[in-house]
């Protein structure tokens, strides 16, 4: 083959290279313009990450759970079997309203507050190692703290979305919603559980970003909420551990810096391609909850630098999705939730990553959907299959679900068709809630009878009940659901 030849064949082979890369990407471009791609992506990332999860469990916790109860299986079957309930949660969360959604977050809310505060005491809530934070239900153990991310981040969203389309002024957005996530932190901090209570600052602080609270008000509340979490991390004897290994590692290499260090060398000794599944070192006893908080020291050891960016690459594409599905609604509850549960996640993942690589203090965050732990499973997998049930919601797939476009998998699972979001509708309610609120009969007041009449002021100064925003009796009780609530734009263009 002469020199030209080859030339030739090396640019017609180059050029074919770069025709399939287009040809692909044209591909996946017009896949992802469907109207159900966002649906069948959270999906699909819910899928992988649940089974990478049960797998990795296997293998991390099979020697440990021989050791302690002669079966290599106990800890993975218990994982499986919340991964089952988790998957009906998934499909109840598919299935459930929008309107039944929004008029049942209050009252759960307030009922997982109650259970925050029912396992605190003793011979209710079950204790382990000095903590007081699961309900044990025969074999099956409860963690309310779970629980109260999801109420926390489904009644916020309402709440933030009544309140925004009211006007509300800035204290009235802050209050309820502020007091009781501060009051959900402090019966976390009392379990002692430092970790969600850190989860739970994530999710409140998103709340008030997406709900479009001023910057100046935000950053001196995300300052605060910093030297809090510092304060507390210092407070505590095993917390005050945890920050001195961090920042000193090699004070202690045997003692309080052993996990960390422990977790750093499962990482290098995996290597690019790792040793293989199931072929870990460190799970001999040699890694401390390798099963638990370090399962992707364990994920790194076994399956490489691949399998790391695999994990990665998952929670950047659920980014991705969340944040895309959060775009596209047109209805604002489904803009605060899918956004605050996607920041939520993604801020657990990354902080459990992090200090798993060393970048960060131990907190104890698990990694989510990977990471063996039953309530923390089953109740992402929920939080998932709202967000899922949000994308159904999105208009380009409401129209082709209504359209009759389901697809094998909605038909599959007989899923309802998503309501359709309309602004003038939502005016009109939003209109009747106001007028039945000023037809209620009020009690009278001996105090004002007993007072002189006073002077009414000008008709120019009086303000109507639709003017009072948040001062009215209907922002009082801004948990009363509204359904649906119209976006600032649309309520404006539907005047």
């Known amino acids: 083959m002469t020199e030209a030849t080859r030339r030739n064949w090396n640019g017609r082979k180059a050029e074919r290279s770069v025709a399939a890369k287009a040809t692909a990407g044209a591909r996946f471009g017009a896949w992802l313009a469907r109207p159900l791609a966002s649906f069948h992506l959270i999906v699909t990332i819910a899928t992988l990450l649940t089974v990478l999860g049960l797998v990795m469990?296997?293998?991390?916790?099979s020697v440990e759970a021989y050791a302690d109860g002669g079966?290599?299986?106990?800890?993975?079957?218990q994982q499986a079997m919340f991964a089952a309930i988790g998957c009906v949660l998934f499909y109840l969360a598919l299935r459930i309203s929008l309107k039944r959604l929004r008029q049942w977050s209050f009252p759960i809310f307030a009922l997982s507050v109650l259970a925050l505060v029912l396992v605190l005491i003793p011979g209710i809530g079950s204790e382990v190692q000095g903590a007081r934070r699961w309900f044990m239900v025969g074999p099956i153990s409860v963690q309310p703290s779970e629980i109260v991310k999801v109420t926390l981040v489904v009644w916020g969203a309402h709440l933030l979305a009544s309140r925004r389309a009211e006007h509300a002024s800035l204290k009235d957005i802050l209050v309820p919603l502020v007091p009781a996530g501060l009051l959900v932190c402090l019966l976390v901090v009392l379990?002692?559980?430092?970790?969600t209570t850190i989860a739970l600052g994530i999710v409140l602080a998103a709340l008030l970003w997406f709900g479009g609270l001023p910057v100046r008000l935000f950053i001196t509340i995300a300052i605060s909420g910093v030297i809090a979490a510092g304060v507390l991390a210092l407070s505590a004897g095993y917390r005050s551990d945890r920050m001195r290994a961090f920042f000193n590692p090699g004070d202690d290499p045997q003692g309080i810096g052993y996990q960390a260090r422990q977790a750093l060398y499962s990482l290098a000794d995996g290597g690019i391609w790792g040793r293989g599944l199931g072929q870990s070192r460190a799970k001999w006893s040699y890694l401390p909850n390798s099963h638990n908080d370090f399962i992707f020291a364990i994920i790194g050891e076994e399956l490489g630098f691949l399998g790391c960016?695999?994990?990665?690459g998952l929670f950047a594409l659920f980014v991705y999705t969340g944040l895309r599905i959060a775009s596209r609604s047109v209805d604002p509850f489904l803009r605060l939730l899918t956004a605050t549960a996607t920041t939520w996640i993604t801020a657990q993942a990354l902080i459990n990553i992090g200090y798993v690589v060393g970048l960060l203090p131990v907190t104890g965050l698990?990694?989510?959907?990977?990471?063996?732990?039953?309530?923390?499973l089953a109740i992402t997998l929920f939080m998932f299959g709202i967000i899922a049930n949000a994308a159904r919601h999105e208009?380009?797939?409401?129209?082709?679900l209504h359209a009759g476009q389901d697809g094998r998998f909605s038909r599959l699972l007989r899923l309802p068709k998503p309501e359709v979001y309309s602004p003038a509708k939502a005016e009109s309610a939003r209109a009747r809630t106001a007028a039945k609120a000023r037809q209620r009969p009020r009690r009278p007041d001996p105090r004002a009878q007993a007072q002189p009449a006073r002077r009414q002021p000008p008709e120019s100064r009086r303000r109507s009940p639709e003017s009072r925003g948040t001062s009215s009796l209907r922002a009082t009780r801004a948990w009363e659901p509204n359904y649906p609530m119209p976006h600032a734009r649309e309520r404006g263009r539907s005047r």
């Open 57 to 61: 469990v296997l293998s991390a916790s």
């Open 71 to 77: 079966s290599a299986y106990s800890l993975f079957i």
């Open 191 to 195: 379990q002692p559980n430092l970790s």
């Open 309 to 312: 960016a695999l994990v990665l």
């Open 366 to 376: 698990q990694l989510p959907l990977v990471s063996a732990g039953g309530s923390s």
């Open 395 to 400: 208009p380009e797939a409401v129209s082709a």
